[in-house]
């Protein structure tokens, strides 16, 4: 029972990009209500709304707020703050951004108004909607909140089909930077092996499909044997 009273929520996006799409889209297939989507793009707000059954395209962001009441803010991060400030928040509404840099802070604004505050993030990459659609499922998504909002969102991992770790504000650069170095570094010692190939007159396309074979198996070694 508890579990169907939380689906309930009504559900709103601030920002229609990568990550708002594909997290709204996942949590409508699992029965949550997403009623309402603003973006700076009215384009891409329409065209997320059409693809959720009940969901309207906002014309401005305090209507997207005003229609729910958890309200994921899924802007650039340097636009969440002043994002979140221009909207009149109130008592019952929870505010939640899904940066992986940024701690509940810069959600002061919605908090000094009445309303919980909490962060998501879905340690992923996701370099199209269609793969970070896909690539949601068995993501670990790191929480920042305090009660009864902490409880929503863990249960939203996990009906996500993901996991979850719960973060303090304090945590949130080191856990940054570990995502980068895991993430972005192994890009960059990518480019560095194609880039020896080249040396020995193989082209980058083809040294990265001789070397992939290479990177699952290391990580898949990673995964199994530690």
């Known amino acids: 029972m508890a579990q169907q009273k939380t689906k309930m929520l009504r559900l709103g996006f601030i920002g229609a990009g990568t990550v708002g799409t594909a997290l709204a889209v996942r949590l409508s297939s699992k029965g949550y209500q997403v009623v309402a989507v603003s973006s700076r793009s009215q384009t891409s707000a329409d065209k997320l709304a059409q693809s959720i059954s009940g969901c309207r395209a906002a014309n401005d962001n305090q209507a997207a707020a005003d229609a729910a009441e ?18 009149q928040w109130h ?3 929870s505010v939640v951004h899904c940066s992986g840099a940024a701690s509940t802070d810069i959600l002061e604004s919605a908090k000094r108004l009445g309303a919980q505050v909490g962060a998501f993030h879905p340690l992923q990459t996701f370099a199209s909607v269609k793969q970070a ?13 305090e009660e009864p909002l902490l409880t929503t969102l863990k249960k939203m991992a996990t009906a996500l089909e993901g996991d979850w770790i719960e973060l303090k504000a304090s945590d949130k650069v080191l856990y940054h930077a570990a995502a980068v170095i895991a993430c972005n570094y192994m890009v960059t010692l990518i480019k560095l092996a194609t880039d020896l190939w080249q040396t020995f007159n193989i082209p980058t396309p083809k040294a990265t499909k001789a070397l992939m074979p290479l990177l699952r198996g290391t990580l898949n070694n990673i995964d199994t044997v530690g």
Do not use: K, R
């Open 70 to 87: 958890l309200i994921f803010i899924t802007t650039p991060d340097d636009a969440i703050a002043p994002v979140v400030s221009e909207i």
């Open 91 to 93: 008592s019952g509404q």
């Open 133 to 145: 659609i896909d690539n949601i499922p068995g993501s670990t998504f790191a929480i920042e909140a």
